[in-house]
């Protein structure tokens, strides 16, 4: 079990670039979960996969964000037009789908938006 | 809505000395709980969960909580702290969308710092 990893780790772009940051859940995981983490503030859900299907957005998710899970493996968020605000450490987990679910995380990607 | 709070914003203690932190949430239905902690710069590491049964769970590290669902409460304690456990800690609660889990909502945060 190597756990879930995020790529890349840290990101630094100007502002108005686009970024994408890609997750690679558990392997036997079918649910991929993406929060966003800003300073002194807990974990915040942006959007959720069950398979390659996307089954909850959160209002955080402005139409400048994207994410996707193509084959119902890794996946993808991708932010056009950064804005300053959107920095902040992303964060990735995946759990097994049934009653008892538990999510793992992975170490994060943090975005800086100068 | 669902919430999670956790009135400590930042807790000091001793090495050796016993902890617990505080966390209430809010949930009409009976919750899944869970506690985690994160390391400077880290992503989240799962300390213990409750879903069902014994209120009094145990975890990894130490750790223990305990559901008590007429305060609305899961406390983590450990009795004796290590200098190692200096991070930071999030109580969450599971959501749930027509009868299945979905995602976690979180608490702010408790940090702990560890005096020698």
């Known amino acids: 079990d190597t756990g879930v990893s995020q790529d890349p780790r840290h990101k630094i772009t100007k502002r108005g670039q686009n970024v994408t940051f890609r997750c690679d859940p558990i392997s036997e995981h079918n649910r991929l979960y993406w929060y966003r983490q800003t300073l002194g503030q807990g974990p915040e859900f942006l959007t959720y996969f069950q398979n390659e299907a996307q089954l909850e957005k959160s209002r955080l998710l402005s139409d400048r964000f994207s994410a996707e899970r193509p084959k119902g493996s890794f996946s993808t968020l991708e932010i056009q037009r950064t804005e300053q605000g959107d920095s902040a450490m992303y964060l990735c987990?995946?759990?097994?789908?049934?009653?008892?679910?538990?999510?793992?995380f992975g170490p994060g990607t943090r975005l800086l938006v100068l | 809505a669902q919430s999670v709070t956790q009135p400590d914003i930042h807790i000091t203690v001793s090495e050796g000395a016993s902890l617990e932190l505080r966390c209430n949430y809010s949930y009409g239905a009976t919750p899944y709980l869970f506690w985690y902690v994160q390391s400077p710069g880290q992503g989240l590491q799962l300390l213990l969960k409750?879903?069902?049964?014994?209120?009094l769970v145990q975890g990894i590290k130490g750790f223990e909580a305990e559901f008590k669902r007429s305060q609305s409460s899961f406390n983590l304690r450990k009795p004796s702290v290590h200098w190692s456990d200096a991070a930071e800690y999030f109580c969450a609660v599971g959501a749930w969308y027509g009868g299945s889990q979905g995602n976690l909502i979180f608490g702010k945060g408790t940090k702990l710092s560890v005096k020698p």
């Open positions: 409750y879903f069902s049964g014994d209120t």
């Open positions: 987990a995946s759990s097994l789908e049934f009653e008892q679910e538990t999510q793992y």
